[in-house]
Every structure is written in C-alpha cells, then in structure tokens.
C-alpha cells in the first residue's frame, strides 16, 4: 500500500513558476512509476508527466514538453513537479499517482493504483 500526498500548489499569476510535492508513504517508492495528473473544472483528467522508479526515462504530454519538469528523490520518497511560464489554461487540479512497475510508465490514469488527495493551482492572467 502506498499514500500519496501532494503540496506546492497555490495562486500564482501566468509566467511565474510552481513545484508540486508529492510525499510517499513506504520504503519501495523506487519500485512504483509516478505520475502527475490535472483536472480542470468541468473537464477530464488529463495527463501531464509519468516518470519510472528509477527517474531514468520521463514522459510528458505534449502541451507540457519544454515547460514542466518530473523529477523524484527515492531517497526522500518524494516526487516533483516543476512547472515554469504558467499559463491561465493551467489552472486545475493537480494529482500525483503511482503503480508498482519495473522500469515503466504510463500515460494512462487506469494503470495507477494508488493517488493522492490533490493540490489546486490556480494561475491568474
């Protein structure tokens, strides 16, 4: 069993930057892929970011590519989720997930057993 708790969010105005935490629960965070996940009012979740256990290889949608960053320190069982040039139309809900999985990831939000709470950004424009 893994808890995921996510925290970073908050208001911020467009073009600034955030980091979203994700603190896990257990002593084999290394063996789960880790995700960000976002949902806007009124809209379905979307994918943001996967990263494998070991932080080797990342996969971001493409909306994402050149302005959020995934990132984990297995060491502190900790995810990341660094976003720069904040747009308006990031504005959402953020969650972070995960599922045990060797040198994988997924895009896909079926796969991941285990979520946390979430963390509301808000982006003024």
């Known amino acids: 069993q893994v808890q995921l708790v996510e925290s970073g969010g908050g208001l911020v105005q467009a073009g600034g930057s955030l980091r979203l935490s994700c603190a896990a629960s257990g002593r084999t965070f290394n063996n789960y892929a880790m995700a960000w996940f976002r949902q806007a009012p009124g809209k379905d979740r979307e994918f943001v970011a996967a990263i494998t256990g070991s932080g080797g290889s990342t996969l971001y949608a493409d909306s994402m590519k050149g302005r959020f960053t995934i990132s984990r320190d297995n060491g502190k069982n900790t995810g990341y989720l660094q976003m720069n040039s904040l747009k308006h139309e990031d504005t959402a809900v953020y969650f972070c997930?995960?599922?045990?999985?060797?040198?994988?990831?997924?895009?896909?939000?079926?796969?991941?057993?285990?979520w946390g709470q979430g963390t509301q950004v808000t982006v003024s424009s």
């Open positions: 997930a995960a599922y045990l999985a060797n040198n994988r990831y997924s895009r896909l939000a079926t796969l991941y057993d285990y």
